[in-house]
Nanobody, 123 residues
Framework: QLQLVESGGGLVQPGGSLRLSCAASGFTPDYYAIGWFRQAPGKEREGVSCISGSGGSTKYADSVKGRFTISRDNAKNTVYLQMNSLKPEDTAVYYC????????????????WGKGTLVTVSS
């Protein structure tokens, strides 16, 4: 029932910006923390950022801190990831995931996942 759909990925030059969106349906958004994760070719999936159900608390991986910003609009059932100062090492498929009452950057704690959107940072 709970569904997540990512959008906003694409090709961007190093130093550029993208905003990813995660549209959610089938649940009460206030109860679910939402996280962004990414997986590069040949690499393990890693946590990027997460936000609490209310939007009042956020976490970021050290690798993106100061460059990425997570936010949510529960009235629109949407979570965003604003990505600035992008680097080639940010290239990956980006996934959003949901967990009830949990804020975690560990993929194994997130039971609900979208299908992902590809971000390519290249000159």
């Amino acid at each position: 029932q709970l569904q997540l759909v990512e959008s906003g990925g694409g090709l961007v030059q190093p130093g550029g910006s993208l905003r990813l969106s995660c549209a959610a349906s089938g649940f009460t958004p206030d109860y679910y923390a939402i996280g962004w994760f990414r997986q590069a070719p040949g690499k393990e999936r890693e946590g990027v950022s997460c936000i609490s159900g209310s939007g009042g608390s956020t976490k970021y991986a050290d690798s993106v801190k100061g460059r990425f910003t997570i936010s949510r609009d529960n009235a629109k059932n949407t979570v965003y990831l604003q990505m600035n100062s992008l680097k080639p090492e940010d290239t990956a498929v980006y996934y959003c995931a949901a967990a009830m009452g949990t804020m975690s950057l560990l993929p194994q704690f997130m039971p609900y996942w979208g299908k992902g959107t590809l971000v390519t940072v290249s000159s």
